[in-house]
């Protein structure tokens, strides 16, 4: 069982890691939860969203993180239940910012705390355990931003394919956290302007901080999406021009060696009366007009600026 609890006055929080069937049949017995809730919280990955009853709300948020093994975002998954006096948390896996959070929480609990309407309400604590989890992901932005100010640079001095493979590890990325942000900061604004009498007043402003702070993260990402996409379509513009300058650089040799073909054909063929096919010295001087012409060919492509 993984089911644990704390209570500061009359505020209890219910947090249950990896939940089972038998943890919601006890959700069910305790709190008259909906039924489609709890099948929510057995479920796989849901989507982001808030749903609110006449005695609480249900919240399903995302919440992203860098997976080291796989090297790629993955995202964590915490489902909530908000009532008047309890907060009710549930997840599917281990959060270690939100174990780090409740065991700084139970420790609180301990000492005697005084009573505060405001602190001492579910929507309170919800408000502190978003903040918690959704500042976690700074990080993230931050190295994505370093990742594409790299690039940046790789872009223009290194058309290879390791660049065109980080592009593309990069625009995963930032396509990754757009994914996970976006529908946050419309479950967050509903909250913003929900006005439920299980939530204090004054938490308007709380929840419109952690609004502005989802809008900002936002907006800076899709600033990276954008310069991604720019620097793909430069990359690729500098790649299709240096394909197009070795094929004119062949095209040009090619050029340059059809007159020496069609003259060494001719010398084949056994011809009597060419030039020099008897000479002691013919091969040589035949050699040497064919490299010379060869060499002149080429000197006027380049004059040309045709190579």
Partial sequence: MSRQEVKINKLIWLHIDQVTEEDTRYLQ???????????DCLGTTQRPKVDFYP???????HFPYYDEQQQRIRIHELMVFAGRQYLVTVTNEPLPTLRKYW??????????????PLKNNSGYLLYKILDVMYRQYLPIIDSTGELVTDLEDKVYTQQDRETVFRLAVARRQVLTIRRILEPQVLIVGRLVAAKYTFFSKDLEVYFDDVHDYLEKALITVDAYK????????????????RTNDTIKTLTVISVALLPLTVITGYYGM??????????DSGLWIITILLVGLFLGIIGIARRQRLM
């Fill in 226 to 241: 954008d310069t991604i996409e720019g620097l793909h379509e430069t990359n690729q513009s500098l790649l299709t021009q």
């Fill in 270 to 279: 056994n011809v009597v009366g060419l030039p020099f096919a008897t000479h």
């Fill in 103 to 116: 065991n700084s929480f139970v420790s609180k609990s301990k000492r005697a705390v005084s009573y505060d």
């Fill in 55 to 61: 005695r609480y709300a249900f919240f399903v948020f």
């Fill in 29 to 39: 017995n305790r709190f008259r939860f909906h039924l489609l809730d709890l099948k």
